[in-house]
């Protein structure tokens, strides 16, 4: 087997600090950042170092923004990764722990959300499967005010990041990750819905269960529909570390994604 060299030098603060500026992002906006760091190769100081170069590039007025979703915090029935007995549903509902934006760790996020959530000044929103964290003066704006029953729609961050004219950045990962894109689900006729439900903090400090409706989420042809859109020449591409960096514009995201879902997707009605 032939190793793969390493590179020149370690990756720094200030190497990745360049690599974003060279691929765009711009400093005092607003930027969600979906990240895998391990196709980055070896980053000296992890996640924090990330996430301060970051932070240098989007100076003292721009905004990080991260996913903190928990989506083990749902209904058991749903469940098929795996699966878990009818029997179980009822135990699971009466004593999963009750979202707390403070406590509860994301999952399947990544590290480098994880180190955006816990930062000191963090604010997280409060929903409790699709909740996202932010570092900066727009903090406050962003989270606050997540709908339950809007999860990623209107009355979510995303839609709060589309006022702001928000940059989307994919670190590592693909457009199977661009959680944006699901906007443009609420934004069709008559999208399909589904039941959901969660385990929540009481003002008490106790929980409860919950249950509300919602749009059935669908990412199965997000990478389809990213290639297409990259396609356009709306996406700027580049090295971060070893890996790849794919930015844009999260309203021209939005937009192409309504428009290739009316063309690729029946609605309910139809």
């Known amino acids: 087997m032939i190793a793969t060299p390493a590179p020149a030098r370690p990756h720094t603060r200030a190497s990745l600090a360049a690599q974003f500026r060279d691929l765009g992002v711009r400093p005092g906006g607003a930027l969600l950042v979906h990240a895998a760091l391990r196709p980055l190769g070896f980053v000296c100081g992890g996640p924090e170092t990330v996430m301060l170069a970051l932070r240098d590039v989007l100076g003292p007025d721009g905004t990080l923004v991260v996913p903190t979703h928990t989506p083990e915090n749902s209904d058991p029935a749903g469940w098929n990764n795996p699966p878990v007995p009818a029997d179980w549903w009822p135990v699971i509902r009466a004593e999963l722990p009750g979202f707390d934006p403070a406590l509860t760790p994301s999952r399947f996020m990544g590290t480098l959300a994880e180190q955006v959530r816990t930062w000191p000044g963090a604010l997280r929103s409060d929903h409790p499967q699709v909740s996202f964290a932010a570092l900066g003066p727009a903090a406050g704006r962003i989270v606050a005010g997540h709908a ?4 990623l729609g209107e009355g979510s961050p995303l839609a709060r990041l589309h006022d702001l004219d928000a940059d989307v950045l994919l670190l590592g990962v693909d457009h199977g990750s661009n959680t944006s894109l699901h906007l443009a689900e609420y934004r069709r006729p008559a999208p399909p819905r589904q039941r959901c439900g969660a385990a929540v903090r009481t003002g008490d400090g106790g929980r409860e269960w919950v249950w509300w409706a919602d749009v ?35 309203r021209a995201a939005v937009d192409f994604a309504g428009e290739w879902l009316a063309r690729n997707r029946r609605t309910e009605e139809a």
Not at 148 to 151: E, P, S, W
Not at 221 to 246: C, K, M, P, S, Y
């Open 148 to 151: 339950l029953a809007d999860m």
């Open 216 to 250: 059935d989420l669908d990412e199965s042809d997000f990478a389809r529909l990213g290639d297409d859109f990259e396609a356009t020449g709306a996406v700027r591409v580049g090295a971060v570390g070893d890996g790849t960096g794919r930015l844009m514009r999260q």
